[in-house]
């Protein structure tokens, strides 16, 4: 039988970028300003063509790992390696690394044309060379009607694709992107995420791409590295990272999902007036168990095989979500459970809930950091 | 919004000032500038274009004309050239010394001009604390005499009066500057000088231009510095304008030069202010 408990997920351990070589390898980079820890022992691999988001709160330090990673930060310690080569005593020009922006900072003062032949003068490329890559990036992010327009002459949306084009247009071996996409309304930042990760696909380059939208993060990574007060708290494929989150605030973190904090006592969990068989250590233990998983009673089961818990409550709350809701139930023994059901106005106030003891995923306790 | 009351509470002292000592007194001059003196030293009210002409022709208005505009120009250059590498040095590296080392450029605008013009005396005459230290150290035998009362004296004071004239705005400049250009610039492969040469100077123009145009307007009318350490050499138009509404008692030629100069100034900032909106891109 399947286990419902599942390893811890390692932090680095990852099948699909094991054998990709590493592009970029941080070592043990920390970060304080004066007194204040911004990163505390950040150890990441960057594989080669891979779009990796770093994912996490406003405050969590996902913008000063950019930088440092950009250059315009030292990190306090640990070291940046880009293969054989260290990369943190390189100052930012000499980096094969660019970056695209949050607020874009395109040149004010030159054309869209100029803003994405930049990198390429200040290199001292021939003009011919220039001309043709410029024309070349332009079109790839569908500009060229723009080449001679100023910044303030187009949309937040343009000037996007044009930062954009002015980065690639280098060719780096890595782009960075600092939440390029925050300052777009809802719809352009939809199509533009299935835009830039189409990009990336055509252009091989590995993104690294900042962002606090866990949403964005699943929809366009490859790999998700969640940041959390300075540490990474887990690095996995959004698939794993959902499915089988490390911790407690990774679990809360993406997506919505119900949290069972409980006890083991001879190979059984009970948590509030809930029991079901889990093959572990005595102790206290904390579960996370996704509101998809939770089910009306008789509603078609997932799985089978396995032991169903089920439980009565009162429904406190039912939000519509198009093809789905989320109903908050208030069980017996104060305990709430969140439930997705696909929607149906015919819920009753009285439900019995139920759900698979194997999808009670085991989570570390979040440790308290400041 | 505000009552008809209150919009005439608050507009008509403003226009009143305006008037009756800026519109009025220039109007007036404007009038002066077409009359003449009698040889009995009377004011004539005869309308004639003579005194413009006569600024044209004659040789002192022309040649002293000439070289305020010289003497303005070296001003403006000299004090861009210290002014804006202060303010770049404040604005980008001064760090957190950036605010004291602000007042400390500030503070010698609350010194009186007097003292500051007169204080060059004492450092450039011929017994002063220049000459006299030349001479300890056996650099020169002599006094050297072209350091006081001379053209060189003037460009100094005014360049020391109103470098931090220039230093001000091109200091704002800078610092409207968003680091992040600067940031993309070292980003895209551009070295500090080129980032210099391609992103911050051409963003600080409006303050060269709004810089330059104060040392050279401010210049070109000053007339205590040459007055006090011009010497005969170092007479600028203002000085004659001076003379020319007191002990010379010539009105209508002082109103003339004044007029003219006043065509100077604001066809100055009227380019200047063109020249700011074109480089200006906020």
């Known amino acids: 039988m399947a286990s419902p408990i599942t390893p811890v997920t390692p932090l680095t351990a990852n099948p699909q970028t094991a054998a990709k070589p590493a592009l970029l390898n941080i070592r043990n980079v920390a970060k304080t300003f004066g007194r204040n820890p911004v990163l505390r022992n950040v150890s990441l691999e960057i594989a080669e063509g891979e779009f990796l988001t770093i994912l996490g709160e406003s405050g969590s330090g996902k913008t000063t790992l950019l930088r440092i990673i950009a250059g315009f930060e030292t990190a306090s310690s640990g070291e940046l390696w880009m293969g054989p080569e260290r990369l943190d005593h390189q100052p930012p020009y000499r980096r094969r690394v660019n970056t695209v922006f949050q607020n874009y900072a395109l040149f004010p003062h030159l054309t869209v044309e100029q803003n994405v032949g930049y990198g390429l003068r200040v290199a001292k490329r021939p003009a011919a060379e220039i001309a043709h890559r410029v024309a070349e990036a332009l079109d790839k992010v569908k500009m060229t009607a723009y080449a001679k327009s100023k910044p303030s002459k187009i949309s937040g949306g343009q000037q996007q694709r044009v930062a954009l084009a002015r980065a690639l247009v280098n060719r780096p071996r890595l782009l960075l992107l600092d939440e390029p996409l925050s300052a777009l309304d809802a719809n352009l930042r939809r199509q533009m995420q299935v835009e830039l990760k189409s990009l990336q696909r055509e252009v091989g380059i590995a993104f690294v791409f900042v962002t606090h939208d866990q949403e964005e993060a699943m929809v366009m990574s490859d790999r998700i590295a969640l940041l959390r007060s300075g540490e990474l708290e887990q690095v996995a494929t959004p698939r794993e990272i959902y499915n089988r989150p490390a911790t407690a605030y990774v679990a809360q973190f993406i997506g919505h999902t119900n949290l069972l904090k409980g006890e083991i006592q001879k190979g059984v969990a009970r948590c509030a007036s809930l029991t079901w068989p889990a093959p572990l250590p005595d102790g206290p233990v904390l579960f996370s168990l996704r509101p998809e998983h939770v089910r009306l009673a008789g509603a078609p089961a997932g799985r089978t095989n396995d032991t169903t818990v089920r439980i009565r409550g009162r429904v406190l709350h039912q939000a519509f979500h198009g093809a789905t809701e989320l109903i908050r139930v208030q069980c017996a023994d104060g305990l709430v459970l969140i439930l997705r059901t696909a929607s149906d106005p015919e819920v009753h106030n009285e439900v019995e809930l139920e759900f698979s003891a194997a999808d009670a995923m085991l989570v570390r306790e979040s440790p308290e950091r400041t | ?282």
């Open chain 2, 1 to 282: 919004m505000f009552s008809r009351a209150y919009k005439t509470v608050v507009t008509v002292p403003p226009l009143l000032w305006v008037t009756g000592f800026l519109l009025a007194p220039y109007l007036l001059m404007f009038c002066y500038s077409f009359w003449s003196v009698s040889p009995q030293q009377v004011i004539v009210h005869s309308w004639n274009l003579e005194n413009y002409t006569d600024l044209l022709r004659k040789a002192v208005y022309r040649q002293t004309l000439l070289r305020s505009m010289w003497i303005a120009a070296r001003v403006m250059l000299f004090s861009l050239l210290l002014g804006y590498p202060l303010a770049y040095f404040l604005s980008f590296y001064a760090g957190k010394r950036k605010d004291l080392l602000y007042q400390l450029v500030i503070i010698p605008l609350w010194v009186s001009y007097l003292v500051r013009a007169y204080a060059w005396k004492t450092i450039l005459g011929s017994d002063g604390v220049l000459n006299t230290l030349l001479q300890y150290v056996h650099l020169t035998k002599h006094p050297l005499d072209f350091l006081l009362y001379s053209p060189f004296a003037v460009v100094l004071t005014l360049t020391h009066i109103y470098t931090p004239f220039t230093f001000l705005p091109i200091y704002a400049a800078l610092e409207h500057i968003p680091r992040n250009l600067v940031e993309a610039s070292h980003d895209l492969g551009a070295t500090p000088a080129q980032t210099f040469w391609k992103v911050i100077l051409p963003l600080s123009i409006p303050g060269v231009v709004a810089g330059a145009t104060f040392a050279f307007v401010l210049s070109l009318g000053d007339f205590l510095a040459p007055l006090l350490l011009g010497g005969p050499s170092g007479i600028m138009i203002s000085n004659i304008v001076v003379s020319l509404f007191g002990a010379a008692y010539n009105w209508p030629m002082g109103a003339a030069i004044s007029l003219g100069m006043l065509v100077i100034v604001v066809s100055l900032l009227f380019l200047s202010e063109r020249l700011e909106k074109k480089w200006s891109f906020s």
